[in-house]
């Protein structure tokens, strides 16, 4: 049992370095296209939803297949709609915190990372391994 449990945790542990891993590149791919969409002069909410929206596709298959092992489309819905909740409270927060004064860029810099936590939660729920 001990050999089951430590084979499991090991799992787990490598699991979630590859999110941290892939994560921090999807991070940069998504917040990358935001300033870039923000310097061109696009307002930001267009630019937090394309960001969003771009980044919705880019992290499936890159969340998919090296943190999950998960091969596919039929996990897409689910996926997306983790992303649509995390963007519409993304996008909500951002208009506060913009109204109170900080810059497009540096809001959506400090909203990210809470972001990102709240999407590793939802998005390990729906890509977590199914029984077989």
Do not use: D, E
């Not at 998504?30 to 300033?35: E, N």
């Not at 880019?58 to 090296?66: C, P, V």
């Not at 990210?112 to 890509?127: G, N």
């Amino acid at each position: 049992m001990k050999r089951i449990a430590s084979a499991a945790r090991h799992q787990t542990i490598r699991r979630f370095a590859r999110f941290v891993l892939v994560g921090l590149i999807n991070t940069l791919f998504g917040y990358g296209l935001y300033a870039a969409l923000i310097l061109i002069g696009t307002p930001p909410q267009p630019a937090l939803f394309l960001s969003f929206f771009v980044g919705v596709l880019w992290n499936y298959f890159t969340t998919a297949r090296f943190v999950f092992r998960v091969g596919g489309f039929s996990r897409l819905p689910a996926y997306a709609a983790c992303y649509i909740a995390v963007y519409l409270l993304n996008a909500y927060v951002l208009h506060g915190v913009i109204r109170a004064g900080l810059s497009p860029l540096t809001a959506q810099a400090l909203l990210t990372p809470l972001a990102a936590v709240l999407t590793f939660v939802l998005v390990s729920f729906v890509m977590r391994p199914r029984p077989a």
